[in-house]
């Protein structure tokens, strides 16, 4: 059963510009994961987010979560034609150890 | 560079055959994870290991598919027999089994076309 639910689900922007994805969920988490996709490839881990915590950065990433509103946001700055991927968020079962993926943000920044 | 190493990468194969995918987590992992990749269906968790025992694999279409852990080394994912609707992507992930924060390492994937 998917857990996160990211949106959009597809997303356009030019090389400079700023790419915001977000991502909610419907249970108590022990912590968010981002992973991204590049085409045919698999899921590398980007950040992790703890529920005790607000915002984490990473770079040119942004993570923040709303545990009350049980959503999450990746922000990625100034984003690169490299940058061009899918975007998926991931939440453990609040058991320890199992994640759950949502449906993936498609990012295509254009140079 | 320590990695996920996943085999075949490709596979097409007859409705009706075996398939066998195979997984080397990285070295010192002790947790496994089978995911399967659709466009309808996104990524969903068939089973994953910890210490080489299954503890979950509710996702799994328990008639035809089968997954095992012989070794440390090697864990494999079988379907017998397969469907056309089982073409997919199907990765494997490894983690160090630290249980809560425990991030996942990804191989790239098999992809099976059953025609």
């Known amino acids: 059963s998917q857990q996160g639910e990211e949106d959009p689900q597809a997303l356009s922007i030019q090389e400079g510009e700023n790419a915001t994805m977000n991502c909610s969920y419907k249970?108590?988490?022990?912590?968010l994961q981002w992973y991204r996709q590049n085409s045919g490839r698999g899921l590398v881990h980007l950040i992790l987010?703890?529920?005790?915590?607000r915002e984490k950065h990473s770079g040119r990433l942004r993570v923040t979560l709303d545990t009350s509103k049980k959503s999450s946001s990746l922000l990625i700055t100034a984003s690169r034609a490299a940058d061009t991927a899918s975007y998926f968020c991931a939440t453990d079962d609040n058991q320890g150890g199992k994640l759950i993926f949502g449906q993936g943000t498609e990012l295509s920044v254009k140079p | 560079d320590a990695r996920v190493t996943q085999t075949p990468r490709h596979k097409v194969t007859e409705m009706g055959q075996e398939v066998t995918m195979r997984c080397q987590p990285i070295?010192?992992?002790?947790?496994v994870f089978w995911y399967r990749q659709t466009m309808m269906q996104g990524l969903e968790l068939l089973a994953y290991f910890r210490n080489r025992a299954p503890l979950d694999d509710s996702g799994m279409p328990k008639d035809r598919f089968s997954a095992e852990m012989p070794d440390a080394t090697l864990a494999t994912l079988k379907i017998q027999p397969s469907e056309p609707r089982d073409s997919a992507v199907y990765f494997c992930?490894?983690?160090?089994?630290?249980?809560?924060?425990?991030?996942?390492?990804f191989g790239s994937g098999t992809q099976l076309s059953v025609l």
């Open positions: 987010i703890r529920s005790n915590e």
């Open positions: 249970t108590s988490i022990n912590n």
């Open positions: 070295l010192g992992h002790n947790t």
């Open positions: 992930a490894s983690g160090l089994g630290t249980g809560v924060d425990e991030k996942l390492f």
